[in-house]
């Protein structure tokens, strides 16, 4: 995987310091946020990199997995603390498999000072991509025709 010149290595933690890990990040480009049930509770912040570049440094005993839905993801947590630190599955639209880092969980990284899209997975509404404006949590109607 070439690596671009704004691609850093970044380490982050759980809560309690039992699950640690690092990952090679762009974070000069937009990180995400998802209004779905489970996004919204756990205030996922995310990026989406290639599990290349991605490393577990400690802790693989301490995590936790919960899986739903159309069980594309794993959500792995830290038993101990309860954070979420990142996740992990396949789907061909995100080019195969794929780790979601939770930068929230990123040592050093003040992601008030990210550019934060955002996604409406909370009303499968994938497919109208991203935007820079959080959507609601209650749906919005549908633009009225134009006749």
């Known amino acids: 995987m070439s690596q671009e010149k704004s691609t850093q290595r970044y380490t982050g933690s759980c809560h309690c310091g039992a699950v640690r890990f690092q990952a090679d990040l762009d974070l000069s480009q937009p990180v995400t946020r998802c209004n ?3 996004c ?3 205030a996922q912040t995310g990026v989406i990199i290639k599990p290349a570049a991605f490393s577990l440094l400690a802790g693989e005993a301490d995590l936790s997995d919960y899986v739903w839905g159309s069980k594309i993801g ?4 830290c038993k101990q603390c309860g ?3 990142f996740g992990s599955g396949h789907l061909e639209q995100l ?3 794929y780790v979601s880092v939770n930068v929230n969980a990123l040592d050093d990284v003040d992601v008030s ?3 934060i899209l955002y996604w ?7 497919m109208v991509g991203p935007r820079p404006t959080p959507w609601p ?3 919005e109607p549908a633009p009225a025709a134009a006749f």
């Open 120 to 126: 409406d997975g909370r009303h499968d509404n994938w």
């Open 113 to 115: 000072k990210l550019t």
């Open 95 to 97: 080019g195969g498999d």
């Open 137 to 139: 949590l209650v749906a």
């Open 40 to 42: 919204a509770k756990v």
């Open 74 to 77: 794993t959500r792995r947590f």
């Open 36 to 38: 779905c049930s489970i």
């Open 83 to 85: 954070i979420h630190c």
